[in-house]
């Protein structure tokens, strides 16, 4: 029997993890942990702590304390904030991957770790169009520095010590069940609330920005699915490539407005424009594809549709 430590739980990624990994695994086998209190529905239905990663010797004390045998490692500063706090970004996305690695590496209970790497590991030089798995990874922000370099540790982990380390490389998630977290695709779902609350959004990227982006549910099942598979069949243990759909934020607000045909659109591109620019438009993810068997379900009209459903229902409209 698997027991599953989520770090990160009240997150983004991780409020629909931890509900995923319940419903597969049974509650009391997926300990949802953060610093900051989770929402009601995951607090209540299995354990929860509060707990900081980069307090390594209470995170092992943890582990050992409730037999860990996998731990879902979320927890970071995404690309928006980052570049406002650099060195301390910097600090927070290293040293908690390497609290993790280091305690994987020790506690033998601990079978498998799962960190998630970013399409930030990409900058200005790499091929913008169908990003292929193997390319130039020259990033130019402090988001996608701390992630190339966790990569490598990743890859180091697996090879020195036979850490069962797995990764994926995200595109933009987009989600209603939790609001944007200071990332540079947030647009895409900040959109959708400004959408249904004001009929308006004025967006902090240009008009044709394309970006890969990617459902939650498409991405949760994209996690799970690489966690679950054999050993063998990982052949990457720095980050997957994983592609999604692209679109720009005109496109999507044609599309919102096939449901909401008032909605009016303005842009006023900021400092994340620059990060945006530096990104790939696509992503070629053959290779998750074939060594897992990686789906995507979810197009922008289906994303859409979903989205402003699941936003009305959070307004009770």
């Keep these: 029997m698997e027991r599953i430590l989520v770090i990160g739980a009240a997150g983004q990624i991780g409020s629909e993890l931890v509900t995923a990994l319940r419903t597969l695994h049974g509650n009391e086998n997926v300990f949802a942990t953060d610093l900051r209190e989770v929402p009601k529905d995951i607090k209540e239905a299995g354990p929860f702590a509060i707990l900081d990663v980069m307090d390594d010797k209470r995170l092992i004390h943890y582990v050992i304390r409730h037999k860990i045998t996998q731990i879902y490692h979320l927890a970071a500063v995404l690309s928006g904030n980052a570049e406002k706090l650099p060195l301390q970004a910097w600090h927070i996305n290293m040293q908690s991957l390497l609290n993790i690695l280091d305690l994987a590496k020790e506690v033998e209970d601990v079978k498998k770790i799962f960190w998630p790497s970013s399409i930030a590991v990409f900058g200005p030089t790499t091929p913008q169009k169908n ?187």
Excluded at 143 to 168: H, P, T
Excluded at 174 to 188: P, R
Aim: aromatic residues 12%; proline residues 5%; contains cysteine.
């Design 131 to 317: 990003t292929p798995q193997l390319t130039i990874t020259e990033p130019s922000t402090v988001y996608g520095i701390s992630k190339l370099a966790g990569e490598r540790w990743c890859e180091y982990f697996y090879k020195r010590y036979n850490v069962d380390v797995r990764s994926i490389r995200y595109p933009g998630l987009i989600s209603y069940k939790t609001e944007a977290g200071g990332g540079t695709t947030d647009y895409a779902v900040e959109i959708f609330y400004e959408a249904v609350k004001s009929g308006k959004y004025n967006c902090f990227l240009s008009e044709n920005t394309a970006l890969p982006m990617m459902f939650m549910e498409d991405a949760v099942n994209a996690t799970i699915k690489l966690m679950e598979s054999p050993k063998e069949k990982i052949l990457v243990h720095s980050g997957y490539n994983v592609g999604g759909i692209s679109f720009t934020p005109k496109q999507l607000a044609e599309e919102i407005k096939t449901h909401i045909p008032n909605f009016k659109i303005s842009y006023q591109p900021d400092f994340r424009q620059a990060i945006a620019d530096s990104w790939p438009q696509s992503i070629d993810d053959t290779q998750a594809q074939t060594d897992w068997g990686l789906e995507t379900k979810h197009d922008i009209k289906a994303m859409t549709n979903k989205m402003l459903q699941g936003v009305k229902q959070k307004f009770n409209q």
